[in-house]
């Protein structure tokens, strides 16, 4: 079946220009996630969405991120006024929400800030 | 606060020879723990998890892993390495009661060696 797609696969915009980066989970997967991955480092918890909890925002690093799951399905995340420091993979990763399932994980989208 | 580590950046293993890839833990209680691969320019792939029960779990691509509480390791092994193997690896663990977020350790690069 479809695995986690996330779009676009590849982003070069402005530093100071606002991005939108799209998740599709798996379908009825009630868990996703949104991490930062710098260099093929390690990676950076964001904001964890399950079922029609509050989500988990802890891991944000600044206001001008966001995130918004609609109809628990698909998910964006918002970057406004970019900065170079934001340039990495953003990788979404979808369960069926109990902790002992493992992630299934999108490619990632490669943000780029020139 | 849970935390996982992996001690070893990279490792390299002749093609043939058995590899270990090191990941030890700190939960509260007992934890729920998982391996992921990371090819290049791709999101992680789920290995093996251990949940309860046999401290050997196998998975996939001949992958196994031992689970040992005393020692709080769950390092990844293979008896004879690919060089298909090549990749990023991620340990993961979280605990079985309370904070239902996933910790990931910061990668280990396996180098298989033709």
């Known amino acids: 079946g479809a695995g986690v797609s996330q779009s676009p696969s590849n982003k070069v915009t402005e530093k100071g220009k606002d991005v939108e980066l799209r998740c599709d989970p798996i379908?009825?997967?009630?868990?996703l996630y949104w991490y930062r991955q710098s260099l093929g480092q390690g990676l950076e918890f964001l904001i964890y969405?399950?079922?029609?909890?509050?989500?988990?925002k802890s891991g944000l690093p600044s206001d001008r991120f966001s995130a918004e799951r609609t109809g628990g399905s698909v998910s964006t995340l918002t970057i406004q006024r970019t900065q170079q420091e934001d340039s990495a993979v953003y990788l979404c990763a979808s369960s069926e929400g109990s902790i002992n399932q493992p992630q299934h994980f999108g490619d990632g989208t490669r943000l780029s800030i020139l | 606060a849970q935390s996982v580590a992996q001690p070893e950046d990279q490792v390299n293993v002749a093609e043939g020879n058995p590899l270990t890839v090191k990941c030890t833990y700190s939960?509260?209680?007992?934890?729920?723990l998982f391996w992921y691969v990371q090819y290049p320019n791709r999101g992680l792939q789920f290995l093996l998890k251990y949940i309860t029960g046999d401290n050997l779990v196998k998975g996939s691509y001949g992958f196994e892993a031992e689970f040992n509480k005393s020692q709080t390791s769950f390092h990844l092994k293979k008896p004879s390495a690919l060089v298909s193997d090549s990749a990023l690896y991620f340990c993961a663990v979280t605990p079985q009661i309370g904070d239902d977020k996933i910790i990931f350790g910061k990668g280990t690069r396996l180098h298989i060696l033709p």
């Open positions: 939960v509260s209680g007992n934890p729920y």
């Open positions: 379908s009825g997967h009630t868990a």
């Open positions: 969405f399950q079922g029609n909890s509050a989500p988990d």
